[in-house]
């Protein structure tokens, strides 16, 4: 299950272990396509990495603050802390076998 973030919960949610975030717009044509992909990347992930969304409009201190210019956007973050970032659309297999490889290495 993809949890929604917003300003309330998104310090939380980073603070410990792996999270990977959908930064997207419900206008986003592509961020709207990623989704059914963005699923399967959380099953695939899961337990070790949580998916979280987060809607840069309702929620722009987070977008600001994270450096999202572009969407969509994926980041996945370790203990709060950005480590990887996957721009635009991408296959399902390269971001899976990315971040097993950026697991791996750490």
């Not at 396509?33 to 990495?49: C, G, H, T, V």
């Not at 722009?60 to 996957?86: M, T, W």
Request: aromatic share 8%; with cysteine.
């Amino acid at each position: 299950m993809i949890q929604n973030l917003n300003l309330m919960d998104f310090d939380d949610q980073m603070k410990h272990g792996y999270a990977l975030v959908d930064y997207w717009a419900p206008w986003c044509q592509p961020c709207l396509d990623q989704n059914p992909m963005l699923e399967e990347i959380a099953k695939a992930l899961s337990p070790r990495i949580k998916v979280f969304k987060v809607d840069i409009n309702d929620n722009r201190v987070i977008s600001n603050k994270e450096g999202v210019r572009n969407i969509p956007l994926l980041i996945l973050y370790q203990d709060s802390k950005q480590i990887a970032r996957f721009q635009g659309i991408q296959s399902k297999e390269i971001i899976i076998q990315s971040i097993t490889k950026i697991l791996h290495d750490l």
